[in-house]
């Protein structure tokens, strides 16, 4: 067999909204070979071109409710108003298969994150810079400047917590920030811990 067998590792990727996690982790994931990307479960309304089961899987409160109570969630939090979480079933089906799982989700759910899978590996996204941040949030539609204000605390609020994170890119050009993420992913995966060692070790003296 091969030399090295294990779990599959959990990519945490967050970020202020604007600053391009969501592109960057689609493009990591058509490339990847042994990788995928867990679909979160929202109570928000889906927007104008997300579809079901694929960008969210959007349901009402009390289904949310009902999976929590039923600890079915690795994590969940309460983005302003809307509940998000990680359903365990695909997850944790697939990191036993060896598959690698990217989590989407924002800083909240990162540190719950962090509790139970101490061994995750937290990538943080920043945008190129404070006024391109600012340009993408005023970008966002119709806005009021209170909902502006309200964008610009969330990734303030966000921002704040990028010391809690193993990693940061900067999105400054996107090839090359896809680039990064892929080379922090290929890196993890060569990682080599104590355990992992002493098995090689041992499958290394029965068959050789
Ligand atoms: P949006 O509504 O713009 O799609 O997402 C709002 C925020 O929720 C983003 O920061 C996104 O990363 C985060 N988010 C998406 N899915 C999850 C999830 O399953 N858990 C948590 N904690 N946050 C999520």
Redesign the pocket.
């Given at each position: 067999g091969s030399a090295v067998e294990h779990e599959g590792k959990l990519f945490v990727?967050?970020?202020?909204?604007g600053a391009g996690?969501?592109t960057i982790c689609k493009e990591v994931l058509d490339e990847g070979r042994n990788i995928k990307m867990?679909v979160?479960?929202?109570t928000?309304a889906p927007?104008v071109g997300e579809i079901d089961k694929i960008?969210?899987n959007f349901v009402d409160r009390d289904s949310f409710e009902r999976l929590i109570e039923e600890d079915g969630?690795i994590?969940?939090?309460d983005?302003?108003g809307?509940l998000?979480?990680?359903p365990k079933k695909d997850v944790l089906g697939w990191m036993e298969q060896g598959i690698d799982v990217i989590?989407?989700?924002?800083?909240?759910?990162?540190m719950?994150v962090r509790q139970s899978y101490p061994s995750g590996i937290f990538i943080f996204i920043l945008p190129p810079s404070i006024e391109e941040l600012r340009k993408r949030i005023e970008a966002r539609g119709s806005e009021t400047r209170e909902t502006m204000a309200r964008r610009r605390g969330?990734a303030m609020e966000?921002i704040s917590s990028i010391g809690r994170y193993d990693y940061r890119v900067i999105n400054d050009d996107l090839k090359s920030a896809i680039g990064k993420v892929r080379a922090i992913i290929t890196a993890e995966q060569c990682r080599l811990d104590a355990a992992e060692a002493e098995m090689i070790v041992n499958r290394y003296k029965e068959e050789l």
């Open positions: 990727i967050s970020g202020p909204s996690k969501g867990s979160s479960m929202t928000r927007r960008h969210y969630f994590e969940y939090a983005v302003y809307n998000y979480g990680t989590l989407e989700i924002d800083v909240q759910g990162a719950q969330m966000e």
